[in-house]
Structure formats: structure tokens, C-alpha cells
């Protein structure tokens, strides 16, 4: 059977260029750590892949070939860009520096002591499921898990539910939990509503005692509070949210401000 003559054909090749990298070596006992071979690695070979070799067997072939793809800027680009020149194919490669590949984070220069040396002389690159961003606090890493509620339900029940479920799960050694976010805020803002309100009080105590020099005098005023509290208590209830704290600062407020204008009666 005779081959076609394809040197009369024209061809153009159009589609993703690899650059693929081979490793020779020896592999001559098993890692102790994990049951993988350890490689004595003696060279390097790297090979068009892809739409490269494609280009590269239809040039081989005698066909005047062209190929059109898109490669990044960096230096896995120029050596498909050589490699294609080597065996005689005319490629057309628009270079994109916003291509990401692992290959060209290795490619970056990091200085250090003896000179700018690439990252992955360094460090291990590549490419795998993780997040998209790395946070650290105080040098530990963070990992933020963000959710909402649909708005109806108790927040307080959601994070009491939240810490049920994170207290019954058992984390690996070095690993706690912490709650953060506007629950937070609210509860440290119950914290101090709270504090305030006992301090409010203690003062209104020491007022009343000041102006009507009798203990009992100043207890029978203050037995209003709980007074105040029935219809601030009785709205929260029915509009379903539980803020006894806040309330509790305002009854105080008012008590303060009904003493603050009552005159003490002139015993004569």
C-alpha cells in the first residue's frame, strides 16, 4: 500500500498545547515513610503534548503545518515555542499572562542570601482543592465558615444548636472552635447592658439612702423597677426576641429619672 503524498497537504492545527516533563532515574528500595518507590532521579526530558505533538506528528509526516494556540507568558511558553520551531512547525501562540498554571508560580524569583533563586527550589507546588484564601491569626491558621438564618428563627437557639453539635464533634489535636460575628457583638453587648444595669442600681440605691436616710424608704421606691419591667417584658414576649438586660437598663433609667425629680418630704 502506497502512502499519500503529504507534502501537498496543508494543515493547521488548532486547539490546548502541553509541555509534558519525564523523569529518568533508579528506583531501588521503598520510602519507609509511605509504600512509594524512591526515585535516584538522573535526567529530565521534555516533549510537546497536546495539540503540540499533533502539530509535531503532521510536520514529521512532511506536511507544512500551523498551529494556533494560547500559552502563558513564562518560561514553560518559551520552550513550547522552541520545541515547535525545532521540528518545524509554524506556530502562531498568543501569549496570556493571566494564564495561571503551577509551572509558572514556580517560576517565580524569590530573593534570598545568595541570589534570586525560583520558588520551586523551595517549596513544593501544586495544584490541588483547598481554599481560595489563607488566613492566619496571631500565626495560626484561620478557617472562616460564614452562614446566615432565614430571618424567623431565634438566633439564640441557632448557636445554642451550633455549640451543641460543635461540643459532640471531637477535633483533632490543636483544633478549637470559636463563634464570631453579630451574635457575638450582641452578647458582649448583653455582658455590658448587664454590668451597667446592676451598677445603675447600686447607684440609685445610694442615692435614695442619701436622700431619705432609711433603707426601707429606698427599697419601697425601687420596688417599682419590676413595675417597669411588666410592659418591656410583656412587648419582648410577644414580639418573640429576649433582650432582658436592655430592658432591665431602661426600667433603671426611668427609676433614676423619677428620683432624680421627687423632692423628699420635710419631716416636722
Known sequence: MK?????????????????DRYWYGDATRISPEAPV??????????????????ARNCAALGAP????????RDAAGERVAQ??????????????PKLRTTQKLGDLLIET???W????????????????????????????VLANTDGRADMAEVVGAIRREVAATALPEGFFTQLE??????????????????LSLAMIFAILYSRYRSTV?????????????????????????????SSMFSASVQVWCVCSTTRAPVMR
Open 3 to 19: 502512502a499519500p503524498a503529504t507534502a501537498k497537504a496543508r494543515v493547521l492545527v488548532v486547539g490546548d498545547v502541553m509541555l
Open 37 to 54: 518507590p524512591v526515585v535516584l532521579w538522573q535526567r529530565e526530558e521534555e516533549r510537546l503534548g497536546g495539540a503540540a505533538n499533533v
Open 65 to 72: 503545518t500551523t498551529l494556533l494556540s494560547v500559552t502563558g
Open 83 to 96: 520545541l515547535l520551531r525545532e521540528e518545524g512547525v509554524s506556530a502562531s501562540l498568543r501569549r496570556d
Open 113 to 115: 542570601p545568595v541570589g
Open 117 to 144: 533563586i525560583p520558588a520551586r527550589q523551595i517549596a513544593e507546588i501544586r495544584e490541588t482543592d483547598g481554599p481560595n484564601q489563607i488566613l492566619r491569626e496571631n500565626g495560626r491558621r484561620r478557617v472562616v
Open 181 to 198: 460575628g453579630t451574635f457575638q457583638a450582641q452578647e458582649e453587648a448583653s455582658r455590658t447592658i448587664g454590668m451597667l444595669s446592676l
Open 217 to 245: 424608704l429606698a427599697l419601697i421606691v425601687m420596688g417599682s423597677i419590676p413595675l417597669a419591667l411588666i410592659g418591656s417584658v410583656a412587648a419582648l414576649w410577644l414580639a418573640g426576641t429576649s433582650r432582658l438586660s
